[in-house]
């Protein structure tokens, strides 16, 4: 019974090459899949996405509606879709060739690193790699490829952050109006004890349905990764 069962020897001191090889490629995938949720929030536009779609709930004030689940899949498949181009160069001139053995692992990496830190330095802001490269008294690098991604990852972090406020300060402004105009409505009325919130969240969603607003920001944050 115990020979049906496929075992895995994770020990590296062995005569078979072929083994370490194997073992050494489960470890390293496993390291990778450890690390891939940091990935996906810190080197892809998900970061600005869900700050975005997260301001959109709470402008309109509707708790937690939508829930976090359709939030965090809806900002998913938006970066998925986002990030397919460069997807496509990391799986065509990383993955593949060393699937093949046609490169070795250290060349895979730098192949793969290649257009994230072209698309990441296309949305990251001088300002705040300045600052990262300051601190690190880092000499100015001649291309975005000699930066190293301790220094590139962070800057583009607070860019995406950012980028997001200042999209969910839009997203406040014509919400805050309607409060303020429900607000000063209850208080003529003398109906200062009623909360301006319950009257004026039918309106807000009534707007944000008329306008279209999900198709709009889905827009806008396309548009924004153009």
């Known amino acids: 019974m115990n020979e049906l069962i496929p075992g895995i020897d994770l ?39 869900v700050v975005v779609l997260s301001f959109v709930r709470t402008s309109l004030a509707t708790q937690q509606m939508p829930p976090n689940q359709v939030l965090i899949g809806l900002s998913l498949f938006l970066t998925f879709f986002v990030m397919a181009p460069v997807f496509h160069d990391v799986n065509e001139n990383a993955i593949k060739p060393l699937r093949s053995g046609e490169i070795t692992q250290e060349e895979a990496f730098k192949e793969a690193s290649y257009p994230m830190k072209e698309f990441m330095a296309k949305y990251t802001r001088q300002k705040d790699l300045a600052l990262f490269m300051s601190y690190s008294e880092m000499e100015r690098p001649e291309s975005i490829q000699d ?27 014509p919400f805050l109006v309607i409060d303020m105009v429900v607000a000063s409505v209850l208080m003529s009325m003398g109906m200062m004890m009623l909360p301006p919130i319950m009257i004026s969240l039918p309106f807000k969603i009534l707007l944000f349905v008329l306008v279209d607003g999900w198709y709009l920001i889905v827009q806008s944050l396309l548009l924004s990764y153009r």
């Open 11 to 49: 020990n590296v001191f062995t005569n078979q090459p072929e083994n370490v090889a194997t073992t050494v490629q489960l470890m390293l995938l496993l390291t990778v899949l450890s690390l891939a949720p940091a990935i996906l929030v810190l080197m892809t536009c998900f970061t600005r996405i």
């Open 147 to 173: 930066v190293p991604l301790t220094i590139l990852v962070p800057a583009f972090v607070i860019s995406e952050l950012k980028t997001a406020f200042e999209i969910g300060f839009m997203l406040f402004v």
